[in-house]
């Protein structure tokens, strides 16, 4: 195992709640609608348009190409605010320790997040330094479950996807890494992640050791 390449929604920090109550305030602003629970599903670890564009056909509801783009905007601005006050603290546990055993084991780490405002959480986080490589997911030509953004970090690292294991908790980007041909690591609950290659039920069970020895099997 050469490469790690990480999602951050939901495995670094929990921002994807922050995600949903900004798209939340968004639609009731615009149409004092409101989202159900069960909706927040089809928006994590997905692009702001996909998020977007699957909420509005839940609603029914359709707006013009401009507007749409108007609403994108007004969401990241709505959840930036949110994010500032994210510190360290907002640190998923088992994350830094992870974080520190990969380094360890001069394993290079990429950051695969579908969110235009990654480097802002690293920054927040105080955590860019841990990173070898930022994919910029507006550089890519489709979102999760498409493998592309998997397909960039490993380059952006030199490496093969193959000598590399991607590490999300969402459906789409566990098939987004499958479809790359990384070794996928969920972390979540079996019935939604399933197809995983290895799963954890939360962060803090994340383990360098099973990692790697399940990594090898699958190599």
Known sequence: MKGVLFDL????????????????????????????????????GV?????????????????TEKEFQEMTEEKNIVFRE?????TPENILPGITALIA????????????????????????????NAFDAIVDPAQVAAGKPAPDIFLAAAKAINLNTRDCVGIEDSIAGIR??????????????????GQ??????QTSALNYQQIEQAWEKFS
């Open 9 to 44: 929604d939901g495995v670094i920090a929990d921002t994807s709640v922050y995600h949903f109550q900004a798209w939340r305030k968004l639609i009731k602003d615009h149409f004092n609608r409101e989202l159900p629970n069960e909706l927040e599903k089809q928006t994590k």
């Open 176 to 193: 987004a890494i499958n479809r790359a041909g990384a070794f996928s690591v969920g972390v979540g609950s079996q019935s939604e992640l």
């Open 101 to 128: 055993a990969f380094q360890a084991h001069n394993v290079k780490l990429s950051l695969a997040s579908a969110s235009l405002n990654g480097p802002f959480i690293l920054t927040k986080l105080q955590l860019t």
């Open 196 to 201: 995983a290659g290895l799963l954890f039920p």
């Open 82 to 86: 949110l994010l500032t006050s994210l």
């Open 47 to 63: 692009s702001r348009t996909d998020s977007l564009t699957a909420i509005l056909n839940y609603l029914n509801i359709i707006v």
